[in-house]
């Protein structure tokens, strides 16, 4: 079947009234400088990559439906006989000539130009049949398609092992798509690269962004507000492989299933607890809000009587997560005193492991310090990380023997992942991982509610973190040096906190 022009599509009402279009969604795999493609052929062999290709593009949630690939005429020539058209699909075959011709073909449309094809996909019958559109490549299509205001979505295989290439497509805007998921890579064939999908946030690009990319913007710009709000119309095998799921199942599994337990707050003294362990990767993820201290190490709560250090001034916490950090194995006084050159500093000794002993198996940062528990206004909650340097890249696997689901672990994840970045950036390397272990994993009562309500928002695209470059000293961060782009959340949740303690110790004293 041949479907070419628009006026066969609109019975003559093309200049009158504009088509409706389909929106798609793009798949394809690229290097880092964007080669696609080398002698009419894909330059590499990469089975999961394939696997992913089949069912991103195959696989319907309305079994009486299936989608489309668009490509063009060279990509189709590409296919090695045996398996086009490719099979479960409705293939749209890009082309200009007019000899170009194997319409016969059954699940085969030849299209003369991307407009028709889109215009042709949201007319009857395929408004209809059609549930999903995928344009699939090559680099011609795709210099007109990759950025274009009807592109919901780029799946892109991210290479990132050099091969010479001779077909290129543009770079994604980054001022118009976000990244929404990013798999753990994945090494085939020697090639090692990762799945990822980025979303289109709004319709038109923020001109200062596309620019720049690494321009460190006004975190209070516009730009910050999506103008797509529901990011649901991703398949759904990529849509629930969001980051922030991991959290969110959590929480759902610890309502049902968790154990009742007594609790030490006297705050609505039950509880419902669990063990975990989860991994947020790729560039690492951010949940709630992202505060930035200094590391000064000094340590600040309002009140603690009911711990039994009634003769410590009001707001002095004692020797927690900074004091810790800074000045380990020091004798604590006051929170005043000048701790300078006292103890040991755990966090340049972490910086200095990671730049000049990198496979170091012991590059460890402890807030637990037994000796020193008594002393202070709460033992730490995270208490341990451990950073692991591998292909360029820096990693943090967090322990955490008590975690508060509804308004902790959120705050504890984003605090962690921003250290790995500090820390990664002053040692000129990329963020990796962020391993989060957690021994008591609770929901405190009061909290069933508001989290309950949590579960029902849909998850959006997480926000960039840009850094200062010209900082490279972990002593010399200020606030400003931070931009969060892209940051718009979901109205706030009110949680209470389960003991004022704690709440002092989150102003205080976290990173
Ligand atoms: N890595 C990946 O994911 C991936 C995916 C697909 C392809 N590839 C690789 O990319 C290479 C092929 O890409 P390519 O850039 O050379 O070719 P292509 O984009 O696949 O096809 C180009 C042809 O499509 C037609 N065409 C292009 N723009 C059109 C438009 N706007 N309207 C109508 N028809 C249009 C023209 O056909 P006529 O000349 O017949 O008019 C043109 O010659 C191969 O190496 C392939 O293996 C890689």
Redesign the pocket.
Known sequence: MAADSKTSLSNGNVSTQPNPKRSYQVV???TRDMG???????PWKLPSDLKFFKEITQITSDAGKRNAVI?????WE?IPLEHRPLPGRLNVV????GS?DIATVENVVIC???GSALELLAASPYCLSIEKVFV??????LS?ALNAPECDAIHITEIETRIECD?FIPSIDSSVFQPWYSSFPIVENNIRYCLSTYVRVRSAAVESLSQNNDIVLDSKTNSDKFEVKQFSFLPKMVFEKHEEYLYLRLVQDIISDGNLKDDRTGTDAVQFAHNFSASYNQGIKYFGEVLSRNFSGSSVVQQMPSVGLTDREEGDLGPVYGFQWRHFGARYTNMHADYSGQGFDQLLDVINKIKNNPNDRRIVLSAWNPSDLKLMALPPCHMFAQFYVANGELSCQMYQRSADMGLGVPFNIASYALLTCMIAHVCDLAPGDFIHVIGDAHVYRNHVRPLEEQLQKLPKPFPILKINPEKKDIDSFVAEDFKLIGYDPHQKIEMKMAAPLLEACIDADMV
């Open positions: 394809v795999a690229a696609i493609g080398k002698d009419g052929k894909l490509m063009g005429r060279k990509t590409s890009l082309t200009r000539s170009f003369g130009s991307i699939i490549g090559g680099g011609q299509i007109e077909t």
